[in-house]
């Protein structure tokens, strides 16, 4: 009997209720925001961010470019309390930016599903969001779809988030809204009625001073053996 004749093809539904997911399964959250390329500020992406929580001052997200079921994994994220950004060594800061503006403009968005109302979604997201308020985030995304839709080819990327001084495109953040069934606008309104007062440490967003990016590029180097 050949080979070919004794392999036994295993269907998805089986095959997925045979593994165990323990890691994914910590996922406990999926906020939607925009990240922009630290070297290029004319580039932005739309990102969807599923995240666990290692510690109240640790969260790790993996990031998609949607969330529907044929999304693309672009990438990942840290997010750290002020406490531990600030404890950082200084050359590691630079990597690093705040959330400060995405969570007061209303870009920053915690998603929930078609089915749960709006106002709904404003209420608990509010801890959510009093919480990311004051966090930073040290984002890579390994797959420039804006330039290669089909493969992550090339280098990754450093990501920033917006500040102020730049922001997404009105156009992105409406069909990101639109998509959602949220308003970014109203979001806006609404934490101004309940976040604190906050000045970021300026440690992060370095590009606001300095006027440059980072860029990751291939070095070759000996192997070590």
């Keep these: 009997m050949s080979t070919a004749a004794n392999h036994i093809v295993v269907p998805d539904t089986v095959e997925a209720a045979m593994m165990t997911f323990?890691?994914?399964?910590?996922?406990?959250?999926?906020?939607?925001a925009f990240h922009v390329y630290a070297h290029d500020h004319t580039r932005h992406v739309e990102s969807h961010?599923?995240?666990?929580?290692?510690?109240?001052?640790?969260?790790?997200c993996v990031i998609y470019d949607s969330d529907?079921?044929?999304?693309?994994?672009?990438?990942?994220?840290?997010?750290v309390s002020e406490q531990i950004f600030k404890?950082?060594?200084?050359?590691?800061?630079?990597?690093?930016?705040?959330?400060?503006?995405?969570?007061?403009?209303g870009i920053l968005c915690l998603e929930t599903k078609g089915v749960v109302p709006a106002v709904m979604n404003d209420t608990a997201e509010q801890s959510v969001m009093l919480h990311l308020h004051q966090t930073y985030g040290k984002t890579i995304h390994t797959w420039a779809f804006d330039?290669?839709?089909?493969?992550?080819?090339?280098?990754?990327?450093?990501?920033?988030?917006?500040?102020g001084i730049n922001s997404p495109s009105d156009d992105a953040i409406r069909c990101r809204d639109e998509r959602s069934g949220i308003s970014s606008s109203a979001k806006k309104g609404l934490r101004e009625g309940y976040l604190p007062r906050y000045q970021k440490d300026n440690k992060a967003d370095q590009w606001e001073t300095s006027g440059t990016g980072i860029m990751f590029k291939p070095e070759e180097t000996q192997i070590r053996q």
């Design 22 to 32: 323990t890691p994914i399964k910590s996922i406990q959250q999926h906020l939607s």
């Design 49 to 60: 961010h599923f995240c666990s929580h290692r510690s109240k001052d640790f969260h790790q």
């Design 68 to 79: 529907a079921p044929d999304a693309r994994l672009i990438g990942i994220e840290y997010i």
């Design 87 to 105: 404890s950082l060594p200084e050359e590691e800061k630079r990597y690093w930016h705040s959330h400060k503006h995405e969570v007061e403009s």
């Design 147 to 163: 330039d290669f839709p089909e493969l992550p080819l090339g280098p990754p990327h450093l990501m920033m988030s917006y500040t």
